[in-house]
């Protein structure tokens, strides 16, 4: 028995679907949305572009903010989304707004559609990457637009963008400059809402809101929702839904999330943090400080001392794109330390973060819950560990209060280890690192002292001595905006105890004169320093002498005390006096500086020379000479007018070339002076030795003679014929060194005058004067000592 074999189609071609009909079915489903049924993303009426980017993403199932406030987004509601870190409310914004835009067949040539606006830079970037994902496959274009990139980049394409993702200042910037319009706008979505509408962003916010069209869809979402009338308003919301998901939960931070407090003195918060980085190695943690050079000191004192952990810092002043950097590296290493001030503590999915820090008490408990909600995201679990000074410990009530769950814990004594030492020695030997560490003292103190709850922050309470050796400083510091205030501060309360005392004297029916003439009791002796210069000033003015009659007042004097000048300047004002507006002066900015010094044109750095005369010595070499240089360094403002400067070189280059010559002209000159001055001291040099020789010859003939005396005294040679008759008359001695020295003075003039003539030939005839000299005295010796030599051997005959 054979069995048939059933056809099988290769191929099934399926029918050609309009895209418009896909629409309208969407559309059409978007009223039988039911919450309590969807629990995957599939469930939804989404296109199928959105469901294969999500699947693409393994994205699934649905959080609970996402499941409830898709739905009504899809059907053109406005939304305010509460719900915890870490729950999904990225996706809750992005879905809608793609699908809105592919419904109404958005493309590039209809321009902006949809408009996002986050508070961050980081969290704009974080929103773009994530709609970069989900929204491969739509046709729509999308625009991040962050202050610290290229403007001109960001013009020439931001009209091509349907989705734009940015920070406020940089959109107004756009709208203001660019003339980026709005007009066909559908949604706007704020991503932490109220960040983005409190003080800080208030004016800008508001400037941007003005611009945009009022017809449109708004989605507002953050864990710490607006709920104020007056914030909604400003948005133009109509009718909008409250979606707060956790808003009858337990607790308002995420349930895998430990916390947890200390109670630690300021002075130790360095020992505390050292010892706990040393003591979590391989672990994740964000560590969160109150201003930005807090954490700049931190990160560079720390990196010198090597815990043996990655380091890394995120702070607004950094550029850009160090900013990105260091945000990426963080989410690829699995055990750093990242210091950070509140710039990272909101929307930033920094991946499976062990610890969040909060080394110095937040401003406020929405600010807590944002700052630990870096951890514990989406199922996951985690630590916070919270550090408050004792003046601080009220913070914990309030966040009892707020449903959030926090425990005492101690620290152990054992594990502490104190770096003083190693940064006493580190800022010792740099002086960048110290200017550091003075800033980051001077910048905690104004960060206490601007907070708005006084109950909690009290900077009176600091012991700031102590806190500026913590942090490695010698001295602390001087914070004078403290100083200013108390100063402040402290005349306030003495007007006021003034105002009292006045009015205590006239219910008692007593005048001021009559208080005067009394003597002092204890009471009335002034204790603080300022109320002694205000008794000193008081007797001050009454120390007025008159010398006149009783009739007429010819001359007064009246004794001022300098240093208490402003003091009377202040009773005068307390009287009613006209001296108020000499009491209150601004302080001189340093723009009013800079205008004073324009005004009189005084010219910086430069400096000016003037002669005994008191006439000012001009440098030819670097003032202009020619009259057309001057006259166009007085007329022309600003520009350079090309013809006239060439025609203004050409004539200073004739100056130069003037100033030039001159120069060789005096080189030659002290040249010559040199020569002269060298030749003369050669020739004195000469003089001298010649008289040095000529005294050393006569010496030794001299020896010779009184030599040839003392060996004559025996024999008689009175015998001896007279030698001139046989040989006829000679020179004596002394006659040939007459002749001798006649020859030489001959020479020497001979020599003198060819000396004149040229120094090459004047060096070469003093040499072979030398050597002839040298010469004659040797062969007038060699003769005297053979002529003694034959008056010896006659003798012995």
Excluded at 126 to 146: A, F, M, N, P, W
Excluded at 496 to 515: I, P, R, V
Excluded at 749 to 771: C, F, G, L, V
């Amino acid at each position: 028995m054979t069995m048939g074999k059933k056809k099988v189609k290769a191929y099934v071609k399926r029918k050609h679907v309009p895209e418009s009909k896909i629409i309208e079915d969407l559309l059409s489903k978007y009223s039988t949305i039911d919450v309590t049924k969807t629990k995957k993303f599939c469930d939804l009426p989404l296109s199928r572009n959105t469901l294969r980017g999500l699947t693409e993403c393994d994205y699934v199932e649905m959080t609970d903010i996402q499941r409830q406030s898709i739905g009504f987004a899809l059907q053109g509601n406005d939304i305010l989304g509460a719900a915890k870190t870490g729950s999904g409310k990225t996706l809750a914004f992005l879905i809608p707004v793609l699908e809105a835009l592919y419904c109404k067949q958005w493309t590039r040539l209809d321009g902006l559609g949809a408009l996002i606006i986050t508070p961050t830079r980081e969290l704009a970037y974080q929103i773009y990457e994530t709609l970069r994902k989900i929204g491969h496959y739509h046709d729509v274009s999308g625009g991040l637009i962050i202050g610290g990139k290229d403007l001109n980049f960001e013009k020439k394409r931001l009209d091509q963008c349907n989705i734009v993702i940015c920070t406020p200042g940089r959109l107004l910037q756009h709208m203001d400059e660019n003339r980026f319009s709005c007009e066909n706008m559908q949604i706007l979505v704020l991503d932490e809402a109220d960040r983005c509408l409190d003080m800080g962003f208030e004016k800008t916010m508001n400037a941007i809101i003005e611009n945009l069209p009022p017809e449109r869809q708004t989605l507002l979402f953050s864990a710490t929702q607006t709920k104020s009338v007056k914030d909604l308003a400003r948005l133009s919301l109509k009718d909008p839904l409250y979606v707060s998901v956790h808003e009858h939960s337990a607790h308002t931070t995420p349930e895998g999330l430990q916390q947890s407090y200390i109670v630690c003195a300021l002075e130790d918060k360095m020992a505390m943090l050292w010892s706990f980085i040393r003591n979590h190695l391989k672990q994740k943690m964000i560590i969160f400080f109150s201003s930005c050079k807090q954490v700049k000191y931190v990160y560079e004192v720390f990196c010198r001392m090597r815990p043996g952990v990655s380091l890394l810092a995120l702070y607004g002043t950094l550029h850009q794109l160090k900013r990105l950097s260091i945000y990426e590296s963080f989410c690829r290493k699995q055990h750093a330390v990242l210091f950070a001030t509140d710039i990272a503590s909101r929307g930033l999915d920094f991946p499976a973060v062990n610890w969040v820090i909060q080394m110095d008490c937040p401003e406020d408990v929405n600010a807590y819950i944002h700052r630990v909600g870096r951890t514990a995201r989406f199922k996951s679990g985690g630590e916070s560990l919270l550090v408050l000074l004792p003046s601080e410990e009220a913070m914990v009530e309030k966040l009892e209060q707020r449903k959030i769950p926090i425990n005492m814990i101690q620290i152990n004594p054992n594990k502490l280890q104190s770096p003083h030492r190693k940064l006493e020695a580190l800022l010792a030997a740099s002086v960048p690192l110290k200017e550091s560490a003075q800033r980051a003292f001077v910048a905690y103190i104004k960060s206490v002292y601007l907070m708005k709850d006084k109950e909690v922050f009290n900077v009176h309470a600091l012991n700031k001595d102590l806190y500026a050796n913590s942090l490695g400083l010698a001295v602390a510091p001087k914070i004078r905006f403290l100083q200013r205030i108390q100063k402040k501060m402290a005349t306030s309360s003495i007007k006021a105890g003034e105002e009292t005392d006045k009015s205590s004297t006239k219910l008692a029916g007593g005048s001021e004169e009559a208080n005067d003439e009394d003597d002092t009791d204890v009471e009335d002796i002034p204790n603080t320093p300022y109320q002694k210069k205000e008794a000193i000033a008081k007797d001050a003015a009454a120390l007025q002498f008159d010398v006149s009659d009783d009739d007429d007042d010819v001359l007064t004097i009246k004794r001022k005390n300098i240093d208490i000048d402003d003091i009377s300047v202040m009773e005068n004002d307390k009287s009613g006096g006209h001296d108020k507006k000499a009491s209150k002066k601004k302080p001189v900015t340093r723009i009013a500086l800079a205008k004073k010094i324009l005004k009189k044109k005084i010219v910086a750095n430069k400096k000016v020379v003037f002669d005994e005369d008191g006439q000012e010595i001009i440098d030819s070499a670097k003032a202009n000479k020619s009259e057309l240089a001057r006259q166009y360094e007085n007329e022309v403002d600003s520009g350079i007018n090309i013809e006239i400067a060439k025609q203004i070189l050409r004539e200073e280059d004739q100056f130069d070339k003037e100033r030039y010559r001159e120069m060789l002209k005096e080189k030659r000159r002290e040249q010559k002076r040199k020569l002269k001055a060298a030749k003369k001291a050669e020739m004195n040099d000469e003089e001298e030795d010649v008289s040095d020789n000529d005294n050393v010859n006569e010496d030794k003939f001299n020896e010779g003679e009184s030599s040839g005396d003392e060996s004559s005294e025996g024999p008689d040679l009175s015998w001896l014929p007279d030698p001139d008759k046989i040989y006829g008359k000679q020179q004596t001695l002394d006659e040939e060194e007459t002749s001798v020295d006649e020859s030489e003075q001959d020479k020497e003039s001979e020599e003198e005058s060819a000396i004149h003539r040229s120094s090459k030939r004047k060096s070469i005839t003093q040499e072979e004067h030398k050597r002839t000299r040298k010469k004659q005295k040797v062969s007038d010796i060699a003769g005297l000592k053979a002529d003694e030599e034959l008056a010896l051997q006659l003798l012995q005959n």
